[in-house]
């Protein structure tokens, strides 16, 4: 009964901790693609990606200052924001 227990408390956090955002640290080079969008060749040491419902309007990629809020959050560094739809896996360059 114990490990039966252990058991399910473990597969419980286990499915938890899989509902957050992904956060990847990513080293661009040649062939990288986020969603079927291409991101080779950027000169940036991380990326954090997210899913998120509040969507703005615009689609592509953003430049923010230092200071400056976007959806609630302070950004504290100079961050490129990118709104982009996934392009279906049947339509990507392959």
Request: charged residues 20%; contains cysteine; hydrophobic residues 30%.
């Amino acid at each position: 009964m114990g490990r039966l227990r252990l058991l399910a408390i473990t597969i419980l956090l286990a499915l938890l901790s899989a509902g957050g955002p992904a956060l990847a640290e990513v080293r661009f080079g040649r062939n990288v693609y986020i969603g079927g969008h291409d991101f080779s060749h950027r000169r940036y040491g991380s990326v954090h990606i997210e899913t998120t419902t509040r969507r703005p309007p615009w689609y592509g990629c953003r430049w923010y200052r230092p200071g400056s809020h976007y959806q609630g959050r302070l950004i504290r560094t100079r961050t490129q924001i990118c709104n982009l739809r996934q392009i279906p896996s049947s339509q990507r360059r392959r």
